[in-house]
């Protein structure tokens, strides 16, 4: 009798342990309102970058969140079991714990992201509470305004990124970063010109704050740089504008950072560790492209549409 006590008593005192350490992860967990329109922002602007809900398979980088839903709501029935899944897959990716092994294949596996834990953690509930958009869906909202040459900016600029993203994905998975920067130095440029050339187009990076002097931005583009960055603080829309002066026509499209990218364009000693960055320095020795955080107006893509 008494061990059967002391048994419940251990029991019960674990039990509590348990519930205090977890704090937050226990069951039935929802987010105020306040907390899911911050939350839902903060994957807008840099999950879905490549997580895109729209249903253009060409510019998309990553399975839709739709998808990835559905299949660890199968798996994970449980909120408490579904959203630890979703944290460590995100905190460390690796094929393992990987519940999309054709994803991997299609798109190469997800590089690790620099995100802090209670925000991780309001994704993963965030990401369990609510139903995501249905591609589909997304289709017919696009289709009604996805016309002319702003439009066609928008897609080159796409087709772009993912070629540029898809490779720095890929370097970053093969050998780390070291390897990607050197990846990035070497090629950056010309893969960007063999983009233009094959698209028979002209399409560069510039910012305000450029690692390469050659992607410094014009005193032009600095002024559109600047009403992006409105646009930004003021949550307005960030689409594709155009203007054309006496040199010509020109289109220009948004570049915004997402966690992957403060390994190297974060605050130094912090994302971007000290150590890495003394490498990037001897190779950019001018850089000032640094000290960015998420969701933040990085530069822009140009495009020549003389050349269109
Ligand atoms: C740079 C592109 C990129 C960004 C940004 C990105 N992901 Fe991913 N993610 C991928 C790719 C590619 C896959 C599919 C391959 C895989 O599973 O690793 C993926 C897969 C996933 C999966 C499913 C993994 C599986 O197979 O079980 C989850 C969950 C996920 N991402 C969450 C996130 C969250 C949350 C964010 C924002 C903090 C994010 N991702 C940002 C590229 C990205
Ligand atoms: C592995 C390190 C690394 C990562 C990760 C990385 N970059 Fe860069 N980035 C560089 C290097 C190096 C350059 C200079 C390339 C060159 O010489 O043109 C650069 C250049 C750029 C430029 C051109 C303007 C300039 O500063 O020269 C933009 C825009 C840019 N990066 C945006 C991003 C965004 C957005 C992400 C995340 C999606 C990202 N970068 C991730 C290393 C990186």
Redesign the pocket.
């Known amino acids: 009798m008494r061990r059967i006590l002391t048994f419940s008593v251990l029991f019960i005192m674990m039990a509590v342990a348990c519930n205090q350490g977890q704090e937050q992860a226990t069951k039935d967990k929802v987010l105020s309102a306040e907390k899911l329109a911050t939350t839902k922002e903060y994957v807008a602007l840099n999950c879905q ?1 490549c997580h895109s809900p729209d249903a253009d398979h060409d510019s998309r980088l990553a399975p839709p969140f739709f998808a990835i839903r559905k299949h660890y709501l199968k798996e994970f029935p449980e909120q408490a079991d579904f959203e630890k899944a979703i944290k460590s897959f995100v905190e460390r990716p690796n094929e393992e714990h990987a519940l999309m092994l054709g994803a991997i294949e299609k798109f190469g596996l997800m ?1 690790p992201m620099m995100v802090e834990e209670s925000q991780l953690n309001d994704i993963a509930t965030y990401l369990y509470q609510v139903e995501q958009i249905h591609p589909q869906h997304s289709d017919k909202a696009e289709g009604a305004h996805g016309k002319g040459k702003s439009a066609e900016v928008k897609r080159l600029a796409l087709s772009t990124k993912k070629v540029l ?1 898809k490779n ?1 994905m890929g ?2 998975k093969e050998g780390g ?2 390897h ?2 050197s ?3 070497v090629q ?2 010309t893969l960007t010109d063999s983009m233009s050339q094959n698209l028979k187009h002209r399409i560069r ?3 305000d ?8 931005a014009s005193a032009e583009e600095l002024k559109v740089l600047a009403e992006y960055q409105q646009a930004l603080e003021s949550k307005e829309e960030l689409g594709p504008r155009m203007l054309n002066n006496e040199n010509g026509n020109y289109g220009y499209f948004p ?4 966690p ?2 403060l ?3 974060g605050k130094i000693g912090a994302e971007l560790e000290t150590d890495f960055y003394q490498k ?1 320095q001897q ?2 020795p001018e ?3 640094t000290g960015y955080g998420p969701g933040e107006l ?3 893509w140009v495009v020549d549409l003389d050349s269109l």
């Open positions: 970058t590089p993203g720095l370097e970053l970063k070291e990607a920067l990846f990035c130095n950056a440029i990076r510039v910012s704050k450029a690692r390469n002097p050659n992607n410094k570049i915004l950072t997402n992957m990218c390994q190297c364009h990037v190779l950019y850089d000032e492209a990085r530069g822009m």
